[in-house]
């Protein structure tokens, strides 16, 4: 009997882990290209292998319990622990798949271009970049089907190591057809009196541009991610928080004004990793190439500073 088992379990475990990590037939069906039918049949044919049940079932969803967590364990080792091997097997830790998430601002200024110099340096391997929330990020992590994240906070998850890389500035702008892009000498009171279009709590209940949380302001728009702010403050319509970096040509352009009436605290950027990842080299040269990006952008901004290449 365990022969048999041995011999069918590859067939259902990766059903068996879709579910396990959805907690839901119809979400597992539809990452697996399957019927839900077909997933609830996989999950009896497993249990009755077992000869015991995996999953309580709760209204429409499932919940693991004690049996089903430690084969969920189990599968999400031996994802990671078939990754190591494969590494080894290919005989260069550069060849194949490096799985990496990012978001917003740290997409475009520092993750992508560390990913395509990576590349260059080893022409076998083979970057993947997906844009994921720090929540989703570290639940791949923790099964193995990620190798770094980057994001903003310092969120913890069980088994997952996370490390500070640096920091970039942020302030406030407006775009050229704003009010306040030809006041002169405009007050933090001047500022406060339009509205903002903000982004989204984070994961640890803090808001994403680092506005403090003693300064009331109006909130015109929300939108997800903070580099859509670029975008809306351009049109001149709402006053937003950008991260200098993605500001900075647009200032020099004309095209934004930075408002230099308080001073916003630095975005801090993280980087996570399965504890038992840490020992594999492309995600480090990854997280050491992101560093030496960071470490090359400019210093956040005092309040007071004002840049030579301000409005034309």
């Given at each position: 009997?365990?022969?048999?088992?041995?011999?069918?379990?590859?067939?259902?475990?990766?059903?068996?882990?879709?579910?396990?990590?959805?907690?839901?037939?119809?979400?597992?069906?539809?990452?697996?290209?399957?019927?839900?039918?077909?997933?609830?049949?996989?999950?009896?044919?497993?249990?009755?292998?077992?000869?015991?049940?995996?999953?309580?079932?709760?209204?429409?969803?499932?919940?693991?319990?004690?049996?089903?967590?430690?084969?969920?364990?189990?599968?999400?080792?031996?994802?990671?622990?078939?990754?190591?091997?494969?590494?080894?097997?290919?005989?260069?830790?550069?060849?194949?798949?490096?799985?990496?998430?990012?978001?917003?601002?740290?997409?475009?200024?520092?993750?992508?271009?560390?990913?395509?110099?990576?590349?260059?340096?080893?022409?076998?391997?083979?970057?993947?970049?997906?844009?994921?929330?720090?929540?989703e990020a570290a639940t791949l992590l923790v099964r193995g089907l990620l190798d770094v994240a980057f994001w903003y906070e310092d969120v913890t998850a069980e088994e997952i190591?996370?490390?500070?890389?640096?920091?970039?500035?942020?302030?406030?702008?407006?775009?050229?057809?704003?009010?306040?892009?030809?006041?002169?000498?405009?007050?933090?009171?001047?500022?406060?009196?339009?509205?903002?279009?903000?982004?989204?709590?984070?994961?640890?209940?803090?808001?994403?541009?680092?506005w403090p949380s003693d300064v009331p302001r109006k909130i015109g728009m929300r939108i997800t991610m903070l580099r859509s702010n670029l975008q809306v403050s351009l049109s001149g319509r709402l006053v937003t928080v950008l991260p200098d970096v993605t500001a900075a040509p647009h200032e020099a352009a004309g095209e934004l004004r930075?408002?230099?009436?308080?001073?916003?605290?630095?975005?801090?950027?993280?980087?996570?990793?399965?504890?038992?990842?840490?020992?594999?080299?492309?995600?480090?040269?990854?997280?050491?190439?992101?560093?030496?990006?960071?470490?090359?952008?400019?210093?956040?901004?005092?309040?007071?500073?004002?840049?030579?290449?301000?409005?034309?």
């Amino acid at each position: 009997m365990l022969t048999a088992l041995r011999r069918n379990l590859w067939n259902w475990l990766p059903t068996f882990a879709e579910v396990a990590e959805t907690g839901s037939v119809v979400a597992a069906a539809r990452r697996l290209s399957l019927t839900p039918a077909a997933v609830s049949r996989t999950l009896r044919l497993l249990e009755d292998a077992l000869g015991t049940p995996v999953f309580n079932r709760v209204g429409r969803g499932l919940v693991l319990n004690a049996a089903g967590a430690a084969l969920r364990d189990a599968v999400r080792a031996a994802t990671r622990d078939i990754d190591a091997g494969l590494s080894e097997s290919l005989g260069d830790p550069f060849q194949g798949p490096l799985r990496v998430s990012s978001i917003g601002v740290l997409t475009d200024h520092f993750v992508v271009p560390a990913l395509v110099a990576l590349k260059g340096e080893h022409p076998a391997l083979l970057p993947e970049h997906a844009v994921l929330g720090p929540a989703e990020a570290a639940t791949l992590l923790v099964r193995g089907l990620l190798d770094v994240a980057f994001w903003y906070e310092d969120v913890t998850a069980e088994e997952i190591v996370v490390e500070r890389l640096g920091q970039i500035g942020a302030s406030i702008y407006c775009g050229r057809g704003h009010p306040l892009f030809t006041a002169k000498r405009p007050t933090l009171a001047d500022v406060l009196a339009h509205p903002f279009s903000v982004p989204r709590i984070g994961d640890t209940g803090r808001v994403q541009d680092g506005w403090p949380s003693d300064v009331p302001r109006k909130i015109g728009m929300r939108i997800t991610m903070l580099r859509s702010n670029l975008q809306v403050s351009l049109s001149g319509r709402l006053v937003t928080v950008l991260p200098d970096v993605t500001a900075a040509p647009h200032e020099a352009a004309g095209e934004l004004r930075r408002l230099p009436v308080l001073e916003l605290a630095p975005i801090e950027i993280f980087a996570a990793r399965h504890a038992a990842a840490l020992g594999r080299r492309p995600g480090q040269l990854a997280i050491d190439a992101v560093v030496a990006l960071l470490a090359a952008t400019p210093p956040p901004l005092p309040a007071n500073a004002r840049r030579s290449s301000r409005r034309r």
